[in-house]
């Protein structure tokens, strides 16, 4: 029997819900594969600060520390949005990702075949998009410094600073290198290298990194050619990696691609993968908080379940177990099942809870 210790912080809004159904299959994962989870809780966001007044604790750090992954449901409450509050749940957002050194973000995008009548672009446009977004998560205009806003005699100043060193962009080029090894060989990195000092650092940087790959073919495209690229012809990507707010702006682009945020997994890891390594990662879906739908069943928890495939697959090398986790996805939704989100007019809606027992009724 293998051993697992996982920080489980279900967060605000539908967070508990979807991250309850996850929590569900890895029980049933540990059954049927005779492994054993142990979790253990924690808080984070506007749960956090109601509860401990801050958005992530040093306690909570130190538990995730101690354990071998993260799965973390949703931050954002609507309570804290104005802008002149001085703490706001996505600070630990922010916070864990700095403290876990957790600089990589994978973000896959599948469209499945059942859901290609569910979003505004034609069935052919999308058949068979399946890639891979890898967005640097730890520098870059979020945490450079000077970060400030300021009075002035003629009004209100501020400023951010995109900030990257080359052993910031190297490492996580080689995260997009190792990935695209381990798919078609080939890479797509974005940047805005005519007009950003920082992009022709990376640039430069990504044709050193490529070297070290000359079984992979790299293409470097300005990101306004990348965000029409990716409504354009979906399915000419296979790994993309970028920087951390076009990352952040470009992953939001193409959820729509999949029919829904609640569509798609993600995985955030402190190291480049690797055949064969456990490496410590945060596991969260793409999807935010959604308060105005949170403790109605109805939120769609497949975003969640998937990303606990790719914490089976990623930290604890459990391969087996996670395409378990995906081709149960796969045949719930062939049979019809939909929650809000993705119904059409011939799918059975069903609610968060049913959603994920009848995932879990393919892996027994």
């Known amino acids: 029997m293998a051993n697992y210790t996982i920080a489980v912080l279900p967060g605000d809004g539908i967070g508990p819900e979807v991250v309850n159904e ?38 909570t750090l130190e538990v995730c520390r101690k354990s071998d992954a993260v799965l973390l449901g949703a931050v954002g409450d609507p309570r804290y949005d104005k802008p002149d509050n001085d703490i706001r749940p996505e600070d630990g957002l922010l916070a864990i ?8 973000n994978i973000r896959p995008v599948k469209v499945y075949q059942e859901l290609e009548n569910n979003t505004r672009f034609k069935p052919e446009a999308i058949r ?28 209100r100043r501020a400023v951010d600073s995109m900030v990257y060193s080359e052993q910031e962009i190297a490492r996580i080029v080689r995260v997009g290198f190792e990935l695209a090894r381990q798919r078609k060989k080939q890479l797509v990195s974005v940047d805005k290298a005519n007009v950003l000092m920082s992009s022709r650092l990376w640039r430069q940087v990504t044709d050193e990194v490529a ?22 012809d979906p399915r000419y990507f296979d790994v993309v990696v970028t920087e951390n707010m076009f990352g952040d702006i470009l992953t939001d682009e193409a959820s729509v691609l999949a029919g829904s945020l609640g569509m798609l997994p993600s995985a955030s890891l402190a190291a480049v ?8 990662g945060l596991y969260e879906p793409v999807h935010g908080s959604a308060p105005t739908i949170a403790g109605q069943d109805i939120a ?46 011939s799918g059975t809606i069903v609610g968060t809870s ?7 009724s393919k892996l027994v």
């Open 22 to 59: 996850a929590v569900e299959t890895l029980k049933v994962i540990s059954q049927v594969f005779n492994h054993n989870f142990t979790l253990n809780y924690g808080l984070i966001g506007g749960s956090a600060i109601e509860a401990e007044g801050t958005a992530l604790s040093g306690f």
């Open 97 to 104: 990702r700095k403290g876990l050194g957790l600089f990589a």
């Open 128 to 155: 068979s998009t399946d890639f891979v977004f890898v967005r640097e998560l730890t520098g870059g205009v979020y945490f450079g410094k000077p970060k400030r806003r300021w009075e002035t005699t003629r009004g």
């Open 211 to 232: 070297r070290e790959y000359p079984d992979v073919t790299l293409e470097h495209l300005l990101v306004d050619a990348c965000a029409m690229k990716l409504v354009q």
């Open 273 to 280: 993968p690797g055949a064969g390594l456990k490496i410590f």
């Open 300 to 345: 769609n928890p497949i975003a969640t379940i998937l990303t606990t495939a790719m914490m089976l697959r990623y930290s604890f090398n459990l391969e087996q177990e996670a395409s378990a986790i995906e081709t149960a996805v796969q045949e719930v939704l062939a049979q019809g099942y939909r929650t809000s989100d993705i119904i059409n007019e």
């Open 354 to 360: 049913k959603m994920g027992q009848l995932v879990r």
